[in-house]
């Protein structure tokens, strides 16, 4: 039979039977992701973007999407390029991020959504993914175990030469953007847009070489190369200082610009540059005193006082202790997981904060979030404390199994060799391999956002994803056998 064409068909409306044909976790990720509440919570912050953001201005990207974008890119582990090549190259992903054949956004334009949502949002979105977990009946909420791990941040390999000359060369760059407009002003004075940088460059290639050598010789060598390298860093950031007061004076002075278009135009660069200069200048002038302290004066510092980066100051030395691991740079992190594989909650550590004191905090999170306490608590000996059993005993926990730390006496080691005992330590072991998951399939070992809010940001959402993937595992394996009958 002659016909004419085929009958309209709807493309999308098939896709999700191909999906459940193809990757049933997705199928179920997909019904998970119209909770209502998880939507509602990161759409306030997406519309905290700027003043106007929720009535006024163009269409942007749906919020929808901008979230299923970042779920779906830190559950594969892709970057945001990525991330957008292959939503745009895949009509599943397209379904799944609601974009159908619409364009997808650029990876600037997801970056700046992304930055938007806080850290303290995505710890809400665990806990409400912890509770999807307890109605999915994936876990039942009824023990905890708590461990830590280091979250590195994106620099390179810190030492005092590299920091100092970080430093010249950040502050060199500013100079020469300030160089246009301060050039009339600064005319007299000497030097001040003058670049060191060839002098530094030469002076850690020379540095780098002695470094290698050993004996009395090479550590004079070493200390005559840093004492230039401190000279050197000093004369730019009294550069810096100087162009840094001309900013200001430029910008408390009364405009005389053709036209105040040309005003407005030149006012925002000062302002951006002044920033930077104010931002910079005490992190390479502690850089300096760490220099002069460590490698001249031979005193230690303390690692709160360190400079490792100055891009990410919040970067600090994590000692592990572990085989090819011993110290890395970046944050610690304390995790804390439930039976099924479900974390409820990650917390970095700062600087006045001791792994010791989050088991008290660990304990009431979780009776917050599902209305009771744990019956069991387990962590290594880090976590124990004088007082740390009472305490849980007196919030409702029943069986605390941690370790203790010291000399034990006769009675506390009998109660530590019961098999019962030993036998609920075991279970604190599987949180090892949960953190392991993390840092290898969804980004913990190395943070990809700049600042401390970026690292909380890149973890929050790590955890997340991995909280929503266990849950649509879990759901997709009960229904295989229904499929199969």
């Known amino acids: 039979m002659l016909i004419d064409r085929y009958l309209p068909e709807d493309v999308f409306a098939r896709v999700p039977e191909l999906a459940g044909q193809t990757d049933p976790v997705l199928a179920q990720l997909d019904r998970m992701l119209d909770d209502d509440q998880l939507y509602q919570q990161v759409r306030g912050d997406l519309g905290k973007r700027y003043r106007l953001t929720l009535v006024h201005g163009r269409h942007s990207t749906p919020a929808e999407v901008i979230v299923r974008l970042l779920v779906v890119q830190h559950l594969f582990a892709w970057s945001y390029a990525e991330t957008v090549e292959r939503v745009a190259d895949s009509l599943v992903l397209r379904w799944f991020c609601r974009v159908y054949f619409q364009c997808v956004p650029d990876k600037a334009t997801l970056l700046r959504w992304a930055h938007t949502i806080q850290p303290t949002t995505l710890q809400a979105l665990t806990d409400r993914s912890a509770l999807l977990a307890k109605q999915a009946k994936v876990t039942r909420a009824r023990k905890l175990r708590s461990d830590s791990t280091c979250v590195q941040t994106p620099i390179h390999h810190p030492t005092d030469s590299s920091v100092l000359g970080d430093g010249v060369r950040v502050l060199t760059r500013l100079i020469r953007r300030a160089k246009p407009l301060m050039q009339d002003q600064c005319a007299g004075v000497r030097d001040v847009f003058r670049s060191r940088l060839r002098s530094v460059r030469r002076l850690l290639q020379q540095v780098h070489r002695v470094r290698r050598l050993k004996g009395d010789d090479a550590a004079e060598q070493q200390h005559g190369l840093y004492q230039r390298l401190l000279v050197v860093t000093r004369q730019t950031v009294c550069q810096a200082e100087r162009v840094r007061e001309a900013l200001r004076a430029r910008a408390e002075r009364p405009t005389t610009a053709p036209s105040p278009s040309a005003a407005t135009a ?6 951006r540059l002044k920033a930077q200069l104010d931002r910079f200048l005490p992190l390479v002038r502690q850089g300096i005193q760490q220099a002069q302290k460590r490698v001249l004066d031979g005193q230690p510092v303390a690692s709160t006082e360190k400079v490792l980066s100055l891009f990410e ?19 610690q992190v304390v995790v804390d997981e439930c039976e099924g594989g479900i974390v409820t909650r990650f917390h970095v550590l700062s600087d006045e904060e001791s792994e010791c004191q989050q088991a008290l905090p660990a304990v009431h999170h979780h009776r917050a979030t599902f ?3 744990p019956w069991l608590v387990t962590g290594d000996r880090r976590l124990h404390t004088k007082q740390v059993e009472e305490s849980l005993h007196s919030l409702g926990v029943t069986q605390v199994i941690i370790p203790r730390m010291g000399r034990l006496t006769s009675v506390q080691r009998a109660h530590e060799q019961q098999r019962s005992w030993r036998r609920r330590y ?22 990809r956002s700049h600042g401390e809010a970026g690292l909380e940001r890149d973890v929050g959402w790590g ?23």
């Open 463 to 485: 955890v997340l994803a991995s909280n929503l993937q266990h849950i649509a595992t879990a759901q997709a394996r009960r229904q295989a056998p229904q499929r199969a009958a």
């Open 371 to 373: 209305g009771r306490p």
């Open 426 to 447: 075991r279970w604190r072991a599987g949180i090892e391999g949960r953190i392991h998951s993390l840092r290898r399939d969804y980004g913990l070992a190395r943070c």
């Open 266 to 271: 030149v006012d925002p660069t000062i302002g």
């Open 313 to 331: 100051p919040h970067t600090r030395v994590v000692k592990r202790g572990k085989a090819g691991a011993a110290v890395e740079f970046g944050r």
